[in-house]
């Protein structure tokens, strides 16, 4: 057997991450607890994005104060699920046209190249951004 381990699955990211903030083993965690954890722990940008507030109002929608294991790893799995897909759908579209605009840019500069060598156009690259 190899040293490599499968991934971790996000349920199980999330009981790591439950039992990381419920150092005294109590079974539950408070807000608090979880607000210093998301500002000590770094958590990803999509979730920084949406702040420890929402969040917190997502695991606890009753205002008990208090959220189990269960429910943390049931809500954070699901808003993490929630915000890598928006997350995901939005880079790719931002993705593509990033790369169509490089697409674009690289073949204005090779026009370019290819005008300005020979003797009747030039600065095709130029043309084709103002049609872009």
């Given amino acids: 057997?190899?040293?490599?381990?499968?991934?971790?699955s996000p349920g199980r990211k999330m009981a790591n991450l439950?039992?990381?903030?419920?150092?005294?083993?109590?079974?539950?965690?408070?807000q608090s607890q979880f607000a210093q954890a998301f500002q000590s722990l770094n958590p990803s940008p999509s979730f920084q994005a949406?702040?420890?507030?929402?969040?917190?109002?997502?695991?606890?929608?009753?205002?008990t104060g208090k959220v189990s294991k269960q429910d943390f790893i049931d809500t954070m799995t699901?808003?993490?699920?929630?915000?890598?897909?928006?997350?995901?759908h939005r880079g790719a579209s931002q993705a593509?046209?990033?790369?169509?605009?490089?697409?674009?840019a690289q073949s204005a500069s090779y026009l370019d190249a290819?005008?300005?060598?020979?003797?009747?156009?030039?600065?095709?690259g130029a043309f084709l951004n103002t049609l872009a």
């Fill in 18 to 30: 439950f039992d990381s903030i419920d150092a005294s083993g109590s079974g539950t965690i408070s």
């Fill in 96 to 104: 593509s046209s990033a790369e169509g605009a490089q697409q674009l």
């Fill in 50 to 63: 949406a702040g420890a507030d929402a969040i917190w109002k997502k695991l606890d929608p009753n205002g």
């Fill in 78 to 88: 699901a808003q993490m699920k929630a915000l890598r897909g928006s997350h995901h």
């Fill in 1 to 8: 057997m190899s040293g490599a381990s499968a991934p971790m």
């Fill in 114 to 124: 290819v005008g300005a060598a020979s003797s009747g156009t030039k600065n095709v």
